[in-house]
C-alpha cells in the first residue's frame, strides 16, 4: 500500500515538474544544457521510478486480500495514522512553507530557520541543529554566493547580508 502511495506520489511529481519546465530551452548555444535539461532528467527518472512502483504494488496487491481494501475508507484513516506518512506529512508542509516564505524572509534566512525546525521536528537537540543549520548557511553563502556569485532571493525588505 505504501509503495502505491510513493509510486503515485513520484508520478505526480514528475510530472509536476515536466509541466514547470516545459516553457524553459533544453539546450541553449553550442549544445550546452539549458535550465530545463536537468529538471526535465530529474523528472522522467521520478515518472519511470513512479510507474514501476505502482505497477509493482498493483501486481502484489492483487494477490492478497488487500487490494479490495484500498478503496475503502478505514484504509485511508489507517495509512493517515501511520507515523511515517505523518513524517511524510509534516515534511511536505514545512517544504511548502519554506518555498512561499523566500521571497518575504530571503533564500539564506528561510533556509536556515527551515533546516532548523526539520532537524528539531525530527527529533535533533535544538542546539544540535542550530550549529548544523548554520554551519550549512554559511558553506551556503561561502560557496554559492561569495565564489561562485550566484544570485539568491533576497527579502522585499532589502539584503540581510553584506555583498
Request: overall charge positive.
Amino acid at each position: 500500500m505504501k509503495d502505491f502511495i510513493v509510486g503515485i506520489t513520484a508520478l505526480i511529481i514528475g510530472l509536476f515538474f515536466t509541466l514547470l519546465s516545459k516553457d524553459m530551452p533544453l539546450l541553449i548555444t553550442r549544445g550546452y544544457p539549458g535550465p530545463s535539461f536537468f529538471p526535465s532528467i530529474l523528472s522522467i527518472i521520478s515518472i519511470i521510478c513512479g510507474v514501476i512502483l505502482i505497477l509493482k504494488s498493483i501486481k502484489r496487491l492483487k494477490s492478497s486480500k488487500e487490494f479490495t481494501s484500498i478503496l475503502k475508507v478505514d484504509t485511508f484513516i489507517r495509512m493517515f495514522k501511520d507515523k511515517e506518512v505523518l513524517n511524510a506529512i509534516k515534511f511536505i508542509v514545512m517544504t511548502v512553507i519554506y518555498i512561499a516564505l523566500i521571497p518575504y524572509l530571503g533564500f539564506l534566512l528561510t533556509s536556515l530557520i527551515y533546516m532548523l525546525l526539520v532537524q528539531v521536528v525530527y527529533g535533533v537537540s535544538t542546539f544540535k541543529a542550530l550549529g548544523i543549520s548554520s554551519a550549512m548557511i554559511f558553506f551556503i553563502y561561502i560557496l554559492f554566493i561569495g565564489i561562485l556569485k550566484v544570485v539568491v532571493p533576497e527579502p522585499i525588505l532589502g539584503s540581510i547580508v553584506f555583498r
